[in-house]
């Protein structure tokens, strides 16, 4: 977190400006240090760090399961895919099975937080960029997701309804209904969004040919998700790395050649149908009734009923929400799809009841180091759309 | 403890080939391998796996620090590797003592390593060598001390 940057082409002719950290355009708290000739961009550094909070260092203190509340907060705008991924890793040190019932469930509902994500980034994109009649609209829907999200889980933001081993709760009665009311009407809002955007001459001109990152320079950069994938990278972790049993279901890795702020728009605007296709898909599957737990006894509750009716189901229950459990000592990295890209949690089990160490691998710290790449040489209006296409969520970069 | 199994999968048995030297230990868990590799052969055998064709690992997904404190070697610096064409991960371990936690920086290989790098520094004190800009990333400029090290109070000193 440095204040000054040594400037590229001598004080005398150039103006440095710091743009945020309380800049609207820049999404929270990120502070931009640009170095101006005129109205272009020399240098652009970001600077970083006013939202770090120490969630990886507070994880080491909390049992497997409290540290779920955790992975919340780290990026806000999809705390399912945090909370999933997270799960994912600890089951893989547990070397548990999760019931194919839970998975579908999961599956079904990461795709929403995706939908719901993508849905904020285009809103608020498009309004960075002057059209905010865009932006009324996302949120619009957005809040439709938001409130299925509160009907299952309780929580419109921080579910917390993965669990290690599963999910919290049997989903409530009409769910998928609820679901399907969200996702029929979504389709002609897509259209809309795009009948706005697409073809609007502002909207070109301001993000065709603007921030453009060749597919070698986006993979030396370490970017993911729809920043690689815009510039032609079909790498997607749900295809490459199934988890979750995605392998199960029938979509298309979204791609584009460009490069530039456009072509990710169109991905992620793409994305957003898959998901649609995906989550009718889960909705064919998840059956009605059946196990929503792994069967393994000392490290997932038992069933409130069991609790109260057995002596082993009482004693695990007071263990569990007392101790925790114990996985067994040994290192595993999980990653998967979330909206921004890469999403990676390396947890390290020395044995006890607490994770010796949680290492996030933020997709948006990552994607946030290819900005100055994407607006060097180019205007400042550019940085709006630079930040904007770029889809940071500062809590996950400082966490 | 994990276990032990050598040389199960092609890309330990091609590392081994090209330097036995390079290669102190592997371990297998839960279908991960992990490759410890001497301090100053890091960036060697970095440089083997990102440009040889066959391996072409040349994704670099994330650089974490385990600080094993009080226990020596201290620090166990992690190089997640991912071969987008192979669809192969791979992590590469390097263990550092915590009176000299330093390595060689991997910036020339995947330049992605620079705020990797810069993040292990600021949260756990360990020096990469070579790197363009070694400085404090998350926390304030003037702040004392690692606060992800273990020795580093959760609470922070008051």
């Known amino acids: ?322 101790e925790g459990f114990a996985p067994p000592p040994g290192e595993v990295y999980q990653a998967i799809e979330s909206p921004r890209g890469e999403l990676g949690f390396f947890v390290s089990s020395d044995g006890s009841a607490h994770p010796y160490r949680v290492k996030v691998r933020a997709p948006s710290f990552i994607n946030l180091q290819t900005l100055p790449k994407l607006c060097e040489g180019r205007l400042i209006a550019d940085v709006v759309a630079c930040i904007g296409t770029t889809d940071i969520v500062l809590g996950e970069v400082d966490r | 403890v994990e276990s032990k199994d050598a040389d199960k999968t092609l890309v330990v048995h091609q590392l081994k080939a090209w330097d036995a030297q390079a290669v102190t230990e592997v371990i297998e868990f839960r279908g991960e391998t992990t490759v410890v590799v001497p301090r100053e052969h890091l960036l060697r055998a970095a440089a083997y796996l990102a440009s040889e064709p066959s391996l072409h690992f040349s994704f670099l997904s994330d650089i974490t620090t385990v600080d094993r404190f009080p226990l020596e070697p201290r620090f166990e610096v992690n190089y997640h590797l991912l071969s987008l064409d192979r669809k192969e991960r791979l992590r590469l371990k390097v263990r550092l003592g915590g009176s000299d936690p330093s390595v060689h920086s991997v910036t020339e290989i995947w330049p992605t390593a620079n705020w990797h790098e810069r993040e292990n520094y600021d949260l756990m004190g360990i020096r990469f060598e070579g790197h363009p800009e070694l400085s404090r990333i998350l926390m304030p400029d003037d702040w004392e001390g690692y606060p992800q090290r273990k020795d580093y109070p959760v609470e922070g000193y008051r």
């Open chain 1, 1 to 322: 977190m440095s204040t000054t940057i040594e400037t590229v082409a001598g004080s005398a002719n150039t103006m440095v400006l710091n743009m945020g950290p309380q800049h609207p355009s820049t999404h929270g708290v990120l502070r931009v240090v640009l170095e101006l000739d005129g109205e272009i961009v020399l240098k652009a550094r970001p600077v970083i760090g006013y939202l770090h909070t120490g969630i990886e260092k507070n994880m080491e203190a909390k049992t497997y399961s409290q540290a779920i509340t955790m992975t919340d907060r780290i990026d806000y705008l999809a705390p399912l895919s945090n909370n999933l991924c997270y799960c994912l890793a600890v089951e893989k040190i547990l070397g548990i099975e999760i019931p194919k019932r839970a998975q579908y469930i999961r599956v079904l509902l990461t795709e929403m937080t995706r939908i719901a994500s993508h849905l904020v980034w285009l809103g608020t994109h498009a309004i960075d960029l002057g059209a905010m009649s865009v932006f009324l609209y996302t949120f619009r829907e957005r809040e439709e997701i938001m409130k299925i999200f509160e009907y299952v889980s309780g929580q419109r933001m921080m579910t917390s309804y993965f669990r290690i081993g599963g999910i919290a709760l049997e989903p409530p009665p009409n769910w998928l209904d609820h679901i399907r009311r969200v996702i029929d009407a979504l389709p002609a809002h897509i259209d809309e969004y795009e009948g706005l955007l697409t073809n609007n001459r502002i909207w070109l001109g301001r993000t065709k040919g603007v921030g453009i990152i060749s597919a070698e320079d986006a993979i030396a950069m370490g970017a993911s998700g729809p920043m690689l994938r815009g510039s032609g990278v079909p790498y997607d972790i749900r295809k490459a790395f199934p988890y979750s049993s995605y392998e199960e279901f029938d979509f298309d890795v979204q791609t584009q050649t460009a490069g530039d702020c456009f072509a990710r728009y169109q991905v992620r605007v793409a994305e957003i149908r898959e998901s649609i296709k995906i989550v009718r898909q889960a909705m064919e599957k998840v059956p009605a009734e059946g196990p929503i737990k792994a069967t393994a006894p000392g490290i997932i509750a038992p069933s409130r009923e069991e609790m109260k009716s057995s002596i082993e189901g009482l004693i695990y229950h007071f263990k569990i929400y007392t």
